[in-house]
T-cell receptor, first 114, second 115 residues
Framework: ETGVTQSPTHLIKTRGQQVTLRCSSQSGHNTVSWYQQALGQGPQFIFQYYREEENGRGNFPPRFSGLQFPNYSSELNVNALELDDSALYLC?????????????FGSGTQLSVL | AQSVAQPEDQVNVAEGNPLTVKCTYSVSGNPYLFWYVQYPNRGLQFLLKYITGDNLVKGSYGFEAEFNKSQTSFHLKKPSALVSDSALYFCAVRDKSDSNYQLIWGAGTKLIIKP
């Protein structure tokens, strides 16, 4: 196991609602990144946080937002949920902002939007 | 635009035979390349990475990958497959000059090792 924990493991929401997903990073890691993995596809980068600041973002709309806390845990917030937001959301932690860092992933949160 | 292609949705190999999972990439600058494995109901696990130096990279569980700059490929290999290697394998790339820290992933290849 990687030491990265995500909660909840499963979540069902309806279109238009808001959702918050949580991630606890591995001990000693100060960087957290979030990914969306649709069924049968590879993960897509949402954004990355380093020491409580967003320092990278993929092609996701502003209704996807995040936070990183002083203990380096993180939240992913999605507003105005759409059906296409149904996916596995993965959190990964790493040490430093080095672009060559290996990532340690949690098991993910499976979000279903009805 | 950066992209990763894994041309095979599924690879079937008999136990004990060598295996290859293919990956090609496209980046504007120089690449950092990664392989991850995903077991059912579990998160992604790091296998190996290419940063610089020797084109042959050795990783976890006996896997290795060869970086080929001219062919823009980073194929994953193992000399002798085990049934326990059956899983979903993802190739990913970062452009060294990308300040956005974005990791681009392939769609994954399902590896099935038959006893």
């Amino acid at each position: 196991e990687t030491g990265v924990t995500q909660s909840p493991t499963h979540l069902i929401k309806t279109r238009g609602q808001q959702v918050t997903l949580r991630c606890s990073s591995q001990s000693g890691h100060n960087t957290v990144s979030w990914y969306q993995q649709a069924l049968g596809q590879g993960p897509q980068f949402i954004f990355q946080y380093y020491r409580e600041e967003e320092n990278g973002r993929g092609n996701f709309p502003p209704r996807f937002s995040g936070l990183q806390f002083p203990n380096y845990s993180s939240e992913l917030n999605v507003n105005a949920l759409e059906l296409d937001d149904s996916a596995l959301y993965l959190c990964a932690s790493s040490s430093g902002t080095g672009i060559n860092e290996k990532l340690f992933f949690g098991s993910g949160t499976q979000l279903s939007v009805l | 635009a950066q992209s990763v292609a894994q041309p095979e949705d599924q690879v079937n190999v008999a136990e004990g035979n060598p295996l290859t999972v293919k990956c090609t990439y496209s980046v504007s600058g120089n690449p950092y390349l990664f392989w991850y494995v995903q077991y059912p109901n579990r998160g992604l696990q790091f296998l190996l990475k290419y940063i610089t130096g020797d084109n042959l990279v050795k990783g976890s569980y006996g896997f290795e990958a060869e970086f080929n700059k001219s062919q823009t490929s980073f194929h994953l290999k193992k000399p002798s497959a085990l049934v326990s290697d059956s899983a979903l394998y993802f190739c990913a790339v970062r452009d060294k000059s990308d300040s956005n820290y974005q990791l681009i992933w392939g769609a994954g290849t399902k590896l099935i090792i038959k006893p």
